[in-house]
């Protein structure tokens, strides 16, 4: 619930003065020795300050206005802004919910304990999370007098929808007709930590498991590592002749070597026509880098640095490498074959894909659900680096749209 009355005056207002607005009419009070008198009523968008040293309580919060300060319930009021809304992190992690299980009882209590920890979240935030959080779970938020300026919208509909998901999943009905929902309210929720995930969070019940990804039903809009798509592929027993064409050959070696020894290996095995020599490869293998065995692929896709062939560095090689295997991923037929491959990771995946909208002008929130619908789902597909010559953070992945 949002917070008013004494949480709202302890968590929002006390300790500092502020400038703040009303919010809805509210009647306002001059003190005349011990007792109080009504002096008029302000309207929604009247400028006041907050003065905390006069403040008695959370009744009688004092404003001022020019050089009077009157008396008025604080709940009234605009919270004050304690942070840079845009800035703050409204992901799993920020809850302190990744690479764990709930029940769903055991997670609302962890979300909601966790927002009311997050001090720098601003007090209109603060209480817009927590109607978001009771309408996931109950259907019902009351977003009334909630201003909605500045909020982090891409936040909250990107990355606060991963956190509360899961309790729309399992309380409002979302999934029927997608997957068996009878013993839903008895799933434990899975949220992975962040590295390298395939799905947003897991439903696990009645001896069977569902990744869900809360995005729009557009396959996987994010990045996929190799080795999921084909650790998937291959346990469905559906790869056939798929197992032995260039593109799977490549997605293994993505998958299982090296970010830095994946990319050379990779182009190898794309393009042998002598430009990558085997004595240049083993010299990253074996990591005693060497400029000059790089020559002629240098001299053939960097040929601006051949003449300072000393140089040039293993990271801008292997950059080279990575942007060569993405464009060339990109046209047929190999990017077919790279469709019907993830395909098959679709289906054998099980993702479905939950996606929360939001109304911006009166904070109404719905959720809907889709299942996964394999390459129907996929408009454009290639294999994409996330890296460049000085970062080698991570392996080339499948960016889907």
């Known amino acids: 619930m949002a917070s008013t009355g004494k949480k709202n005056f302890e968590r929002n207002w006390k300790g500092s003065d502020h400038v703040t607005t009303v919010k809805k009419s509210v009647p306002y009070f001059q003190q005349e020795l011990s007792s109080f008198k009504q002096a008029g009523t302000w309207s929604p968008g009247t400028t006041v300050t907050y003065i905390d040293s006069l403040t008695q309580d959370h009744l009688k919060a004092a404003f001022m206005v020019g050089n009077n300060v009157y008396y008025a319930n604080v709940d009234y009021f605009v919270k004050p802004k304690s942070a840079q809304a845009a ?3 409204l992901g799993p992690s920020s809850f302190g919910l990744a690479n764990q299980t709930f029940s769903a009882t055991s997670y609302y209590t962890t979300i909601q304990n966790a927002i009311n920890s997050r001090l720098e979240i601003p007090g209109e935030l603060f209480d817009y999370l927590y109607e978001l959080l009771e309408y996931a779970k109950t259907g019902t938020g009351d977003y009334a007098g909630i201003k909605f300026d500045n909020f982090p919208w891409g936040q909250i509909q990107n990355y606060y929808a991963e956190v509360i998901g899961p309790l729309a999943c399992i309380h409002r009905g979302i999934l029927n007709g997608i997957i068996p929902t009878s013993g839903i309210n ?7 930590p962040d590295s390298e995930r395939l799905y947003d969070y897991k439903l696990i019940y009645s001896n069977a498991e569902y990744l869900i ?5 557009k396959g996987v809009s994010n990045q996929v590592k190799p080795q999921f798509v084909t650790a998937a592929a291959e346990a469905s027993g559906k790869l056939g002749n798929l197992a032995s064409t260039k593109e799977y050959q490549l997605l293994k070696i993505l998958g299982s070597r090296g970010v830095i020894e994946g990319a050379f290996l990779g182009w190898q ?9 085997q004595n240049a490869v083993d010299s990253v293998l074996s990591k005693n880098f060497d400029p000059l065995a790089f020559y002629p692929f240098v001299e053939k896709y960097l040929p601006e640095k051949k003449n300072n062939i000393d140089k040039v560095s293993i990271g801008q090689v292997r950059y080279k490498c990575e942007q060569l295997i993405e464009n060339w991923s990109k046209a047929n037929p190999q990017n077919n074959t790279l469709k019907q491959i993830f395909n098959i990771y679709l289906n054998e995946s099980r993702v479905i894909y939950v996606k929360m909208d939001l109304n911006k002008s009166t904070g109404a929130a719905s959720f809907s659900a889709s299942a996964g ?4 789902l996929v408009n454009r597909l290639y294999l994409r680096t996330s890296n460049y010559a000085e970062r080698t953070a991570d392996r080339i992945g499948f960016q889907v749209s």
């Open 373 to 376: 619908g394999g390459s129907t």
């Open 87 to 89: 800035a703050i992190p």
């Open 186 to 192: 008895s799933a434990q929720i899975y949220m992975p």
């Open 269 to 277: 095995l794309i393009q042998p026509d002598g430009k990558l020599m």
């Open 213 to 217: 990804s809360a995005k729009a039903a």
